[in-house]
């Protein structure tokens, strides 16, 4: 399985982006994919997670203004972020884990985001 993250950047305060995460290979050992973020010198947090099924999850601060979704059909899952502040500037992980597993198997590259005027 491979997984290739999109969609980071620069953006202002109170502003929006869409992180995308296209998964390749064996797809169809995959059930949970999601997200988490890391800044410079702080532990990787998780963000938010959606099942083959959709059952989904989120870190309880971004529920409300972080919203996960997955189209299985193109392997790929969405995050879209909305009012967006300094604290959210960070390097977002996409991730994948196969059927009954506890911890993610496997990573996306990473991509920035960065919040600022």
């Known amino acids: 399985v491979q997984l290739q993250a999109s969609g980071g950047g620069l953006v202002q305060p109170g502003g929006y982006l869409r992180l995308s995460c296209a998964g390749s290979?064996?797809?169809?050992?995959?059930?949970?994919m999601g997200w988490y973020r890391q800044g410079s010198g702080k532990r990787r947090e998780l963000v938010a997670s959606?099942?083959?099924?959709?059952?989904?999850d989120y870190a309880g601060s971004l529920k409300g203004r972080f919203t996960i979704s997955r189209d299985n059909a193109k392997n790929t899952v969405y995050l879209q972020m909305s009012s967006l502040n300094s604290e959210d500037t960070d390097v977002y992980y996409c991730?994948?884990?196969?059927?009954?597993?506890?911890?993610?198997?496997?990573w996306g590259q990473g991509t920035q985001v960065t919040v600022s005027s």
């Open positions: 991730y994948a884990k196969v059927w009954g597993s506890v911890w993610p198997d496997y």
């Open positions: 290979g064996s797809m169809v050992t995959i059930d949970v």
């Open positions: 959606i099942t083959r099924g959709g059952k989904i």
